[in-house]
């Protein structure tokens, strides 16, 4: 997993704009020659990494199709922490390098999903559009109370997934006063020191987060039955991917009063559109949808152009920086 020492390579951004104007993109401290592109659809990707030793992307897909046709790529450098968009197997059976961007949203992320909590429990999207639906101008009181109002402080979080997003996350719902709980993998056979069983972390929490990875073992990690298990007044945020929850569940769940809100950044289609179960009903009054920005703050989004940026170099100088393969 090596380039040839006299190659100049190219390097290929696939989804350039996913990166800001704002955010300085550094330069390579090694030769190369770099091409980019805003986004790249489906059917460009082949052509636009043919003949390509480094492919940079954030969430363009790399599968086994595409990559059967690209024998010249030596390294995919994912710009995300994420990498459920590149098929894994097939790179570490052929040669190819997989780097990836690990901890640099740990202020963004749990901000976000503290956000998201304190919006739910407090109801602030449902009093804006009650009163965007003029039922305080025509009420007599200086106040009204159409929707519960609860605490943050005291309440449990279950996370799910300890690394770096789950801790930072645990760490910033202490300083509010919430009670922490990791709940263990699904279907794990024992518990881990420090950890609860899963289905206890589902039938404790007051709010669950989400912050494992995608892949074959979290496909539909919350479904009808997990909801099912949890508090009818519990929350669920994920911040994680889409594919770890079954969308159709959970507006089900929140329509039946089966949990009491959801606060969703991430979709199993990006962008989701009206066919997604829960953009056909954003109206709900419980849920909160943000477009796959947790990530988003410039800072955090600095910290991940320049650890990018210093994994290619690396690997170019024959370094292994944030490997996955
Ligand atoms: N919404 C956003 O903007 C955003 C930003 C960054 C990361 N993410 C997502 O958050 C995920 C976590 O990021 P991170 O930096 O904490 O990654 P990380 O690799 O540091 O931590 C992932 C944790 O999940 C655990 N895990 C793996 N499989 C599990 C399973 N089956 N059940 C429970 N836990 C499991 C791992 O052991 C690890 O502790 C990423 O994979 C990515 O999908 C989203
Ligand atoms: O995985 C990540 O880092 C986020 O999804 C942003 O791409």
């Given at each position: 997993?090596?380039?040839?020492?006299?190659?100049?390579?190219?390097?290929?951004?696939?989804?350039?704009?996913?990166?800001?104007?704002?955010?300085?993109?550094?330069?390579?401290?090694?030769?190369?020659?770099?091409?980019?592109?805003?986004?790249?659809?489906?059917?460009?990707?082949?052509?636009?990494?043919?003949?390509?030793?480094?492919?940079?992307?954030?969430?363009?897909?790399?599968?086994?199709?595409?990559?059967?046709?690209l024998p010249e790529l030596k390294l995919i450098a994912v710009s995300a922490t994420g990498?459920?968009?590149?098929?894994?197997?097939?790179?570490?059976?052929?040669?190819?390098?997989?780097?990836?961007?690990?901890?640099?949203?740990?202020?963004?992320?749990?901000?976000?999903?503290?956000?998201?909590?304190?919006?739910?429990?407090?109801?602030?999207?449902?009093?804006?559009n009650d009163i965007a639906a003029g039922e305080w101008q025509r009420n007599k009181q200086?106040?009204?109370?159409?929707?519960?109002?609860?605490?943050?402080?005291?309440?449990?979080?279950?996370?799910?997934?300890?690394?770096?997003?789950?801790?930072?996350?645990?760490?910033?719902?202490?300083?509010?006063?919430?009670?922490?709980?990791?709940?263990?993998?699904?279907?794990?056979?024992?518990?881990?020191?420090?950890?609860?069983?899963?289905?206890?972390?589902?039938?404790?929490?007051?709010?669950?987060?989400?912050?494992?990875?995608?892949?074959?073992?979290?496909?539909?990690?919350?479904?009808?039955?997990?909801?099912?298990?949890?508090?009818?007044?519990?929350?669920?945020?994920?911040?994680?991917?889409?594919?770890?929850?079954?969308?159709?569940?959970?507006?089900?769940?929140?329509?039946?009063?089966?949990?009491?809100?959801?606060?969703?950044?991430?979709?199993?289609?990006?962008?989701?559109?009206?066919?997604?179960?829960?953009?056909?009903?954003?109206?709900?009054?419980?849920?909160?949808?943000?477009?796959?920005?947790?990530?988003?703050?410039?800072?955090?989004?600095?910290?991940?152009?320049?650890?990018?940026?210093?994994?290619?170099?690396?690997f170019i100088k024959g370094e292994k920086q944030n490997c996955i393969v």
């Amino acid at each position: 997993m090596s380039l040839p020492t006299s190659a100049t390579p190219t390097v290929v951004f696939l989804d350039r704009a996913t990166i800001p104007t704002q955010i300085e993109l550094p330069e390579l401290a090694v030769e190369h020659k770099r091409i980019d592109y805003d986004f790249t659809s489906p059917e460009q990707v082949v052509e636009r990494l043919q003949g390509v030793q480094i492919a940079i992307t954030n969430k363009v897909i790399l599968d086994r199709e595409c990559l059967r046709q690209l024998p010249e790529l030596k390294l995919i450098a994912v710009s995300a922490t994420g990498f459920n968009n590149i098929d894994i197997d097939y790179c570490a059976d052929h040669g190819v390098a997989v780097t990836n961007v690990q901890g640099y949203a740990t202020q963004s992320v749990p901000e976000h999903v503290i956000a998201m909590i304190f919006a739910l429990k407090r109801n602030l999207f449902a009093y804006h559009n009650d009163i965007a639906a003029g039922e305080w101008q025509r009420n007599k009181q200086f106040c009204f109370f159409t929707h519960p109002i609860g605490d943050v402080a005291g309440s449990t979080l279950a996370i799910i997934g300890s690394g770096a997003l789950g801790q930072a996350t645990a760490t910033l719902a202490k300083a509010v006063g919430m009670k922490v709980l990791f709940a263990e993998r699904k279907g794990a056979p024992s518990c881990r020191d420090g950890f609860v069983p899963f289905e206890e972390g589902l039938q404790q929490a007051d709010v669950i987060s989400l912050h494992c990875p995608l892949n074959e073992q979290t496909l539909n990690l919350i479904g009808e039955r997990e909801l099912a298990m949890m508090k009818s007044s519990s929350l669920l945020i994920n911040t994680g991917r889409g594919g770890l929850v079954d969308e159709a569940a959970l507006v089900n769940a929140l329509k039946q009063g089966i949990i009491a809100g959801a606060g969703v950044d991430v979709f199993t289609q990006e962008p989701a559109d009206s066919s997604n179960p829960l953009l056909a009903n954003m109206s709900l009054p419980n849920l909160l949808l943000t477009p796959h920005v947790a990530w988003g703050s410039d800072s955090s989004i600095q910290n991940l152009a320049n650890i990018l940026m210093d994994n290619i170099t690396a690997f170019i100088k024959g370094e292994k920086q944030n490997c996955i393969v």
